[in-house]
């Protein structure tokens, strides 16, 4: 953090390679969302349209397959980044879902009804942030894990019967609907549409958030960071 | 001894027929005399509706057709130099046969009725040029019968006053696989009107009697195929029609009359993207999907896998109802020799998918979402549906709620309060 930003009241919020991965996974995740509904939704008038832009059904499955390469080839990355490196060990322990998690919730829907005085105090990540990367993780692995099924079928059915295969695609389709609305709704709606970010909340682009963000969203970081004169 | 005979026998027939011509000599005029007036190209005459018509003889067409060797008596019996209006002339004095064949035929009805805008015998074989079918320059040779026929089956006039179909229909002859083997590429083997329709004894296909009536249509067409007549006797459709089944399926059902087109035609009904349709015309039937209790929803399972969305979008070399029900030779899946009964599956499958084995036929593959059809499958997507409209739900209460929340405060707090601060 350099001086400069700490007169300007900046934090970092997310280094270069996060913002990296972060911007890859959201360019991926929408080529796939694209190419992946228009086949879903294939009776759909959208849907035929959008299949021809790609350039019929069998240019929209390579498309599809060069993504999903990708996105896997991303998320193994991320998997070793945080499992391995200096700064992706302490991220991951901030990641953990943790018993006062369960608790902050509650306290959060009590404070919103009025009955509780104190609104919970997050340190990095809250109880928001933490379930959209593991739910958002979870959903990556079981969509490339059913996608790999289906791109390799006639290896996948040297040892899983047809049914198996056609579990496979409903949920590869049906999980990735969910990770679609998790990141529509719940994702756009806490870094855009929150009152405290709107209409952003710069971090993904800048890498920094205000110290005063920081203190109002995130108190225990605030004070941890303060804590050792980072601020 | 036989070589002997036969110039006794030919000088006897010349003497005989010198006999039957020369003496009526008076009476009867010779091609000559007969020229003297017909060979002017000038020569007409006004009929009652006051249109002309020629008298003229072409007798260079007449010298070169069939009967060109014989005189013009031989069929105007009772002509005289000069004379008045002659009596019509009879083929069925030599071709008993065909008169009669034709007596029985649509034309021939009506023509025994007087009305006169149906083909005789001249209509289709010509009058002074007859020529034998063989001859490239008849009426009758095989690439010229369509020509022949449409000259009246293409006159709209005539279309509608014999309610026949239109000319479309006849059109689309000619750009059929028949049509375009004939026309274009001048091949004699190709089907021409008629080879399906019969020549003198032609009737319309309602008829149970014509060679076109639904019955009759797998023998007709096997005339010309008849490996694949073998095949569709064997058939589920092919033995259903012989037993008298008449809605079971015969070539004109899925292959169209007129419009009949190679397989790799895309307009064909038969063509990779048409054939899910062409099937579903008699399978997504209700009425004859519970007749014979066969499974439904065949055309919407197959169109919602990745088979017939391939179809859909132009991948012909994706799996279409023929790649693994056959084609001719379709048979029921209870049948052992059926290629989609449940030992042959991986080898059908294995037709595409190099490595199929035992696991193929473990599932459905028209995959009926349902829970009996397929628990499985249902219980996901149910699982699925649910969780998602729930989880859609909780999103928007907890948005919601801290919204209501964030402003509760501001209001308590006022402008200057704690979010007023920040």
Redesign the interface.
């Known amino acids: 953090m350099s001086h400069a930003d700490l007169a300007a009241g900046k934090v970092t919020r997310m280094s270069l390679l996060f913002r990296i991965q972060h911007l890859l996974l959201t360019l991926l995740l929408t080529v796939l969302a694209v190419t992946g509904f228009a ?1 879903m939704y ?1 009776e759909n008038s959208l849907a035929q349209w959008i ?1 021809r832009l790609e350039g ?3 240019n929209r499955g390579i498309v599809h397959r060069i993504a999903a390469v990708l996105l896997m080839a991303n998320l193994v990355y991320h998997v070793f980044y945080m499992l391995l490196s200096r700064e992706g060990k302490p991220e991951l322990r901030e990641l953990f879902i943790v018993r006062q998690d369960i608790d902050d919730f509650f306290q ?2 009590r ?4 009955a509780a005085k104190e ?1 919970p105090r997050f340190g990095k990540y809250g109880y928001k942030e933490k379930f959209q990367y593991w739910g958002a993780s979870a959903g990556i692995v079981l969509i490339s894990v059913t996608g790999i099924m289906l791109w390799a ?3 996948s ?11 496979a695609i ?2 590869h389709g ?2 990735g ?2 990770a679609f ?2 990141l529509f ?2 994702h756009l ?1 806490n870094v855009h549409l ?2 405290s970010v709107f209409p952003m909340n710069p971090s993904w682009i800048t890498g920094k958030v205000s110290a ?1 963000w920081m ?2 969203e995130h108190p225990l970081e605030y004070e941890k960071l303060k804590g050792k004169g980072l601020l | 001894m036989k070589r002997m005979m036969r110039p006794i026998l030919a000088a006897a027939l010349a003497a005989a027929a010198l006999f039957l011509t020369v003496p009526a000599g008076a009476a009867a005029p010779g091609v000559g005399e007969c020229m003297d007036c017909h060979g002017d190209k000038t020569i007409e005459k006004t009929l009652a509706n006051g249109q002309t018509l020629s008298l003229y003889v072409d007798l260079q067409a007449y010298r070169s057709s069939v009967h060109g060797g014989g005189s013009c008596v031989t069929c105007h019996a009772s002509a005289t130099a000069p004379h008045e209006k002659l009596k019509k002339v009879s083929c069925a004095k030599c071709h008993g046969d065909a008169e009669k064949s034709y007596a029985g035929s649509s034309h021939g009805k009506l023509r025994a009725k007087g009305i006169t805008d149906v083909p005789g015998c001249d209509g289709c074989h010509g009058a002074h040029d007859i020529r034998k079918p063989k001859d490239p320059a008849a009426r009758t040779f095989r690439l010229n019968i369509a020509a022949t026929c449409l000259r009246c089956h293409k006159d709209r006039a005539i279309e509608r006053k014999y309610d026949l179909p239109d000319e479309k229909v006849m059109a689309a002859y000619e750009e059929s696989v028949h049509g375009m083997a004939s026309k274009k590429s001048g091949l004699m083997g190709s089907a021409v009107c008629v080879d399906c329709h019969g020549n003198h004894t032609i009737l319309p296909g309602d008829d149970p009697k014509s060679a076109t009536h639904r019955q009759n249509i797998p023998t007709m067409c096997g005339k010309c195929h008849p490996g694949i007549l073998e095949q569709y006797e064997k058939s589920v459709h092919g033995k259903g029609m012989r037993g008298g089944i008449a809605e079971s399926p015969v070539c004109t059902d899925c292959h169209g009359e007129h419009t009949i087109a190679k397989v790799r035609d895309p307009s064909s009904s038969v063509s990779s993207r048409n054939i899910p349709k062409t099937c579903s015309g008699c399978h997504e039937r209700e009425g004859i999907s519970t007749r014979y209790a066969l499974p439904k929803k065949r055309f919407s399972s197959y169109m919602d896998s990745f088979h017939g969305i391939a179809v859909e979008y132009g991948m012909t070399k994706a799996a279409n109802c023929s790649s693994c029900h056959g084609v001719h030779d379709i048979l029921p899946s209870s049948d052992p020799a059926s290629t989609v009964h449940k030992a042959n599956i991986p080898k059908t499958c294995g037709k595409c998918h190099p490595n199929a084995g035992p696991n193929f036929a473990k599932g459905d593959v028209h995959v009926e979402v349902s829970p009996k059809k397929a628990m499985g499958v249902f219980a996901v997507r149910l699982f699925y549906t649910l969780f998602i409209s729930a989880l859609v739900i909780l999103f928007a209460l907890h948005i919601g709620l801290e919204l209501y929340g964030r402003w509760n405060r501001r209001r308590e707090n006022g402008p200057g309060g704690k979010e007023g601060q920040s």
Request: no cysteine; glycine share 4%; aromatic share 18%.
């Open positions: 086949l294939h299949i019929g059904v069998h959060s829907l404070y919103n009804l009025g609104y079928e006639e290896f059915m040297v040892f899983f019967p047809k049914v198996v295969l056609d579990l409903v949920i049906y999980q609907l969910l609305l998790i709704l719940w709606y929150h009152p005063e203190r109002e």
